[in-house]
């Protein structure tokens, strides 16, 4: 089993940047894709992007293609989210999976393609 711990929320101002961690503990995560999604109160989770186990491929949301980026560092077992141009609708908080074997990430944009969450970190983006 892995555990994901998620870090580097806040609050920030419009137009800032951030950058989240996902901390992986319990067995190495070079093995598993990761992915990040978000929930919005009221709203369901939500895809933004997904990262293939080596880290060579990427996939993200329309929504915010662009603006974020996906990457990992399987030494460290962490994975990362920088968002960049933030602004009061990515207001959420945020949460990292993972999902062991997983080949193809292109289309994986649903909760139940990954069953390892982390506890999730608020971003919250004042105007």
């Known amino acids: 089993q892995v555990q994901l711990v998620e870090s580097g929320g806040g609050l920030v101002q419009a137009g800032d940047s951030l950058r989240l961690s996902c901390a992986a503990s319990?067995?190495?995560?070079?093995?598993?894709?990761m992915a990040w999604f978000r929930q919005a109160p009221g709203k369901e989770r939500e895809f933004l992007a997904a990262i293939s186990y080596g880290g060579a491929r990427t996939y993200y949301a329309d929504s915010v293609k662009g603006r974020f980026t996906i990457s990992r560092d399987n030494a460290k077992n962490t994975g990362y989210l920088q968002m960049n141009s933030l602004n009061p609708e990515d207001t959420a908080v945020y949460y990292c999976?993972?999902?062991?074997?997983?080949?193809?990430?292109?289309?994986?944009?649903?909760?139940?393609?990954?069953?390892?969450w982390g506890q999730g970190t608020q971003v919250t983006v004042s105007s």
């Open positions: 319990g067995r190495t995560i070079s093995t598993y894709a």
């Open positions: 999976a993972a999902q062991p074997y997983l080949g193809a990430i292109v289309g994986r944009t649903q909760v139940a393609d990954y069953d390892y």
